[in-house]
């Protein structure tokens, strides 16, 4: 490469990594107009809970078939994009596989870079004929119609295009090594590019150094799209997985946070010795604006960054007995729709210069119906089948307690059942003094 190739090669570098970089500040500004939740606590927990989930895909298993192929896509990713390493040295000094100095080693990484791109390959065509070919059940939800599909599919196209790209580079490299070219080093092992490079004999060595230029070029143009393409697609969780199992809920499955203010107007009440006209007034700051949630900016951070992290996999949805009953409810599509107006909320900012002009929409009744809401029945299982440890429930029963303590919209027996609690102290509708009468019988 001479000076212009690389004076080119480092503008289009800060063109990508700029614009990926200022579509990361607008991810973090959304992230944040969630409400406050201390996470940073148990922290060598938390750091275990990484490990296992997102760096080791633990839960990616449960589903051998999936999960096998899903790990084989992930470590070839993790593992090919060392190369991009040595790609940016190159192309900012000119040099042509700098590592080489690496000796024995360096004939290692090529040929697992090799080995495990056409392992990517098999995986991605295994994965594009179950959504296209088997249509599994789970990836034919109507929540996927339209974009989230065709988003599915491209990132599987981009996958087959790198991953062809790297190994005819290879095999063009490779071809003129062994041609003794002038600046292509006798560096590297390639097993699967070895077979390839025959598609170049009769050709002349300057039409080989192009095609291996324009192959360098379109891969490294290529991953740079990829990652700038990641912030409008559900394949952001490659990035956020990491900071989402770590700030996971540790709790154990099925306890709920308390309102604190609520919590202390109860004990106020418990306390036989209370004098609750000798209270000190309520800190103004420590009152909730509103109970529960109705839109994301009433939800907490964790479940924002939750909503951007769902890799619309659909186990969530494909394990609900709400869904699998026919009932409107999809754990899915609450994390769609959450991380959708989230996502309108943050265009209503950038169009306004930081401010949020009000839009008369909302998360519930504009995108989360109330039906779907009190479908759920609060088992969990959503939460135990996430590859990444979202939790869809935790913005049902927020958006719940705000039906119930703001607008009082509770379903009917839901109601009576809290009648009852009140007037009998049990959810049946039987007088307190006739609650023992079944020990007579």
Not at 18 to 37: A, E, H, P, Q, S
Not at 53 to 82: C, D, E, T, W
Not at 162 to 176: P, Q
Request: glycine share 6%.
């Amino acid at each position: 490469m001479n000076v212009l190739d690389n004076l080119l090669f480092a503008v289009i570098l800060s063109l990508g990594v700029g614009y990926f970089v200022y579509n990361v500040k607008k991810l973090i500004r959304n992230i944040k107009m969630g409400r406050d939740v201390n996470r940073s606590d148990q922290s060598s927990q938390r750091w275990k809970t990484m490990i296992r989930v997102a760096l080791g895909q633990s839960k990616m298993v449960s589903r051998p078939v999936a999960g096998f192929f899903h790990i084989l896509i992930y470590i070839g990713f993790v593992i090919i994009n060392i190369e991009m390493l040595e790609i940016v040295i190159d192309g900012l000094f000119g040099t042509h596989r700098v590592f080489s100095v690496l000796g024995g080693f360096y004939n290692i990484l090529i040929g697992s870079f090799e080995v495990l791109a056409v392992l990517v390959l098999v995986a991605v065509v295994v994965f594009w004929a179950r959504r296209n070919v088997l249509k599994l059940g789970r990836f034919e939800s109507p929540e996927l119609n339209g974009k989230p599909r065709k988003d599915a599919n491209y990132i599987l196209y981009f996958e087959i295009v790198l991953m062809s790209l790297f190994l005819l580079m290879n095999a063009a490299d490779f071809w003129l090594q062994q041609a003794g070219v002038a600046h292509y080093v006798n560096a590297g092992l390639f097993p699967v590019s070895h077979f390839l490079s025959p598609i170049f004999d009769g050709l002349n060595e300057g039409t080989v150094v192009m095609l291996e230029r324009t192959f360098w070029w379109m891969h490294i143009i290529g991953i740079l799209i990829f990652l700038n393409y990641l912030y409008y697609s559900k394949h952001l969780h490659i990035l956020l997985a990491f900071p989402n199992t770590y700030y996971a809920d540790l709790n154990a499955k099925g306890k709920f946070d308390n309102l604190e203010s609520v919590t202390k107007e109860v004990q106020l009440m418990m306390d036989p010795n209370a004098d609750p006209f000798a209270a000190p007034a309520a800190d103004a700051s420590e009152v909730p604006a509103k109970f529960g949630a109705s839109d994301v900016m009433d939800l907490n951070w964790v479940q924002l960054l939750n909503a951007y992290t769902c890799t619309e996999c659909g186990r969530c949805t494909s394990s609900c007995p709400a869904n699998q009953t026919g009932k409107k409810l999809s754990p899915r599509k609450i994390m769609m729709d959450t991380r959708d107006r989230l996502e309108e909320v943050g265009r209503n900012l950038d169009k306004n210069n930081g401010v949020f002009v009000p839009d008369g929409k909302s998360l519930l009744n504009d995108f989360i119906t109330s039906e779907e809401l009190w479908a759920c029945t609060s088992c969990n299982a959503c939460v135990e089948e996430c590859p990444v440890n979202i939790s869809p429930l935790s913005i049902i029963m927020d958006m719940r307690r705000y039906l119930v303590m703001e607008q009082s919209a509770a379903p009917q027996s839901l109601n009576a059942m809290m009648t009852n609690i009140e007037n009998n102290g049990a959810p049946w509708q039987y007088n307190q003094m006739d609650r023992l009468n079944w020990k007579s019988e």
